[in-house]
């Protein structure tokens, strides 16, 4: 072959091996485009998927706390198929290649961790839920008008407890999720970190609770405890000021309420509690022991709880096992659930028209040009209210888990708080939102307790925020922004609600309020300054709790 010959042919092989690269390279490029094609195909698929699931879970919440236990199988193996399909259509060669991929890791990597998470829960913490669940039908758990069952009670709580290893993990494993810059699938994360987040803290009270509740209702004898009915009018530490009391019998799941009263049955009466200098120094002295008005000063609900027990042991001649306190907002919530109830007088109370009549209407009802003459008559007609919304709640038949839902709100809210005499029972109580607690605690930290100091009654009208910003993690200084506003209207409210008391060296208009204002912050800070409008204020400081305050 002549050397033009041999120079022809390689040309050729070469081309013909140019030929073969492109199609091999024309392979991968349409092996990729379909393998993102695929990709995307299956992950809009295992969103619908996801979606369902969401759904599912929402149905079979509903349906666990309406009670119909006859539905919550089907809801439990809809959603195992939906969690099942939406892992499968996320697994395989195709979706390990494109959450690799520079671009689209994030949103697959990420969408692929919530079908791996659902999938799991679905076929762990889910079944536990369910039989929980189950055990607490309310169609089953009450099995009188004033009785529960507390065997069933019990019987839930290692269902439930099971679960929450299962959740904790999801809630771990989408944490470490990538936000993602894709929006639906960063949207997606939050809001499912968020459920979980709640469903792990609502499984802990639960479990708590299912402990707690046997013992505390009276398992291993009677029990008495003090509910005390708190008046949002009159702002305190706790909320709102000791307006009247019932005494809550319970013994083996039967409940009863005995007498009720007003604040004014513990007049004259010295707690006989000692809280130490500490609690002295930060709530002006012995005034807390004194006057059940003063009495929950401090935002740390154990305090007063023992001072009301001892009051009440004293005056009524009983021991005191417990404390429940609840404002009006609480027992409008009961409404919602147990339905109206008519007052002796006649009164119709709902879930919408109660706080407004506690908080305000009560003082137009009985205004006279002596408001002190009709304080007896006010008193008396918040008491008849909050008996009439207990006493139907231990006789309707109702939707007892319904109930907890909603007291479980207002536990979140400090609005319902529960104390314990028995060490043991208290020390549960502790791990849960009904405590009332100020904690004892090394991390960043503030509250703002305000707390009327004029005797008007206009806390209805009374709107608080605080910010709290820094510019570091790091031990640095803290700027708090505390924002009160009095919304009561200019005219139509009686004057017992808006004279109060006289303070300082003049008169203030009526209306006008006077607040007692601490921050309690951060252990081991300290203040470098106060402003009230941009000027100068003077302090007092004092410390509780290792908080500042």
């Given at each position: ?23 091999v ?14 990709v995307?195909v ?36 809809r ?28 949103p ?24 929980g669940?189950?055990?607490?039908d309310p169609q ?11 065997a ?19 809630r ?29 803290g ?6 708590i ?26 702002t ?26 007003s604040?004014?049955?513990?007049g ?6 000692d809280?130490?200098p ?25 305090d ?8 009440a ?11 429940i ?13 147990i ?14 028209n ?10 137009r ?6 408001g ?25 038949s109702?939707?007892t ?13 400090r ?10 029972e ?31 009654k ?17 031990a640095t ?10 919304g ?14 006289q ?5 203030h ?8 204002v ?22 007092y ?9």
């Amino acid at each position: 072959m002549t050397d033009a010959g041999a120079e022809s042919a390689a040309v050729a092989s070469a081309g013909s091996g140019r030929v073969r690269l492109s199609r091999v390279l024309l392979a991968l490029v349409g092996v990729v485009l379909l393998g993102v094609v695929w990709v995307l195909v299956t992950g809009w698929r295992a969103r619908a998927d996801l979606q369902e699931l969401r759904h599912d879970v929402t149905k079979l919440r509903a349906d666990l706390v309406a009670g119909r236990v006859a539905d919550v199988g089907g809801d439990l193996a809809r959603a195992q198929a939906d969690a099942a399909a939406a892992h499968a259509r996320t697994t395989g060669p195709a979706w390990w290649v494109g959450a690799h991929l520079p671009g689209l890791s994030a949103p697959l990597s990420t969408i692929r961790g919530i079908a791996v998470a659902g999938h799991a829960l679905s076929r762990t913490a889910l079944p536990e839920v369910v039989a929980g669940g189950v055990a607490l039908d309310p169609q089953q758990l009450r099995v009188g008008p004033d009785r529960l069952d507390l065997a069933r009670l019990q019987e839930a709580g290692p269902f439930l407890a099971r679960a929450i290893p299962a959740v904790s993990v999801a809630r771990a494993q989408v944490a470490r999720l990538s936000g993602s810059w894709l929006g639906p699938v960063a949207n997606g994360r939050r809001a499912l970190l968020k459920q979980l987040t709640s469903l792990e803290g609502t499984l802990h009270d639960t479990v708590i609770a299912t402990r707690l509740m046997p013992t505390m209702l009276g398992e291993n004898g009677p029990r008495t405890y003090l509910v005390v009915f708190e008046g949002d009018n009159e702002t305190r530490a706790l909320g709102g000021i000791f307006g009247g009391y019932g005494l809550l019998h319970a013994d083996q799941g039967r409940l009863h309420f005995g007498s009720f009263g007003s604040d004014q049955d513990f007049g004259g009466v010295r707690a006989q509690v000692d809280l130490g200098p500490q609690f002295e120094k930060a709530y002006g002295g012995t005034d807390a022991y004194e006057t059940i008005g003063d009495s929950d000063v401090s935002p740390h609900f154990p305090d007063a709880a023992q001072i009301w027990s001892s009051m009440a042991e004293q005056r009524l001649g009983v021991h005191i096992d417990g404390v429940i306190a609840m404002d009006p907002v609480t027992l409008a919530r009961i409404l919602t659930v147990i339905g109206p109830v008519t007052m002796p007088d006649g009164t119709r109370l709902t879930g919408n028209n109660l706080v407004r009549l506690l908080d305000v209407g009560v003082y137009r009802r009985f205004d006279s040009a002596d408001g002190d003459a009709d304080t007896p008559a006010r008193k008396a007609f918040f008491t008849s209210a909050a008996e009439a919304v207990t006493d139907a709640t231990l006789h309707r038949s109702l939707n007892t888990t319904s109930l907890l839902h909603a007291l479980a709100g207002s536990a979140g809210q400090r609005r319902l708080l529960a104390y314990s005499a028995t060490p043991a029972e208290e020390e549960l109580l502790r791990g849960t939102p009904l405590a009332g607690l100020l904690p004892r605690t090394a991390a960043p930290f503030a509250e703002v307790v305000a707390t009327n100091d004029s005797g008007t009654k206009l806390g209805y009208f009374l709107h608080r925020s605080m910010t709290y910003a820094r510019s570091t993690c790091a031990a640095t200084t803290a700027t708090v922004t505390v924002k009160l506003r009095n919304g009561s209207p200019a005219a139509g409210l009686p004057g017992y609600m808006t004279a109060g008391v006289q303070w300082g060296d003049a008169a203030h208009p009526p209306g006008t309020e006077s607040y007692i204002v601490s921050l309690y912050s951060s252990q081991g800070s300290s203040v470098s300054g106060v402003t009230l409008d941009g000027q100068p204020l003077g302090t007092y400081t004092a410390e509780d709790r290792g908080h500042p305050i």
